[in-house]
Structure formats: C-alpha cells, structure tokens
Nanobody, 120 residues
C-alpha cells in the first residue's frame, strides 16, 4: 500500500521557522514529483510548492516565495519554512504524482497532513 506521511508541524511564533518532512512507504519518493499544499480553516486547499523528480526543478506560490524552500534527498522531501506569518497557518499536505516526473499540479497520492500554527 502506498502511503505518504508528513511530520514537523507545530506551533511557532510569527517570524519563526519550521521544517516539514514527507516520507513514503510502499514506494520510493525520489522517482516522483512531490507537491506541498495547505488548507486553512474555512478556505480552499492551495498549492504551496513542488519539486520535480526529473531535474529537481522547484516551484512556489507567490505567497511563500523567498520564505519557503523545498528540497529532497533519496528518501524524504522537505519544506523549510522561514519568516512564518499567521496567514501560513493551516494543515500542510504532501502529495505525489506517480505518473510523470515533472510538476503538473496533478497528484494521485496524498498524506494525512500536519498542522502548522503561527501565532504569538
């Protein structure tokens, strides 16, 4: 069974940092592009970032450019989040596209999410 598991969420003050991790079981993450999404209460889910598996290209939503960095190694994908703002609060999900090596915005496997709360 293919599964994704996020970790690293928590409560942080504005201006602080967190690093989220995405791990997989049942398949090897480094073959697939991985996207990060978030959903705040009462809002639609939005794409935050993506990293391809073909050449490591990265993509970011305008709202997080310059503050968030996505990276990967053989086993994990990470989302380093710096200069966090209250509007970054939400449940963060990672997702994998097992049908192509580039970021297209389409994903077929999702994790359960990890809560990130930015508050003083």
């Amino acid at each position: 069974q293919l599964q994704l598991v996020e970790s690293g969420g928590g409560l942080v003050q504005p201006g602080g940092s967190l690093r989220l991790s995405c791990a997989a079981s049942g398949f090897t993450l480094d073959y697939y592009p991985i996207g990060w999404f978030r959903q705040a209460p009462g809002k639609e889910r939005e794409g935050v970032s993506c990293i391809s598996s073909s050449d490591g290209s990265t993509y970011y939503a305008d709202s997080v450019k310059g503050r968030f960095t996505v990276s990967r190694d053989d086993a994990m994908v990470y989302l380093q989040m710096n200069s966090l703002k209250p509007e970054d609060t939400g449940v963060y999900y990672c997702a994998a596209d097992t049908s192509r090596p580039v970021c297209t915005g389409r994903y077929d496997y999702w994790g359960q999410g990890t809560q990130v709360t930015v508050s003083s």
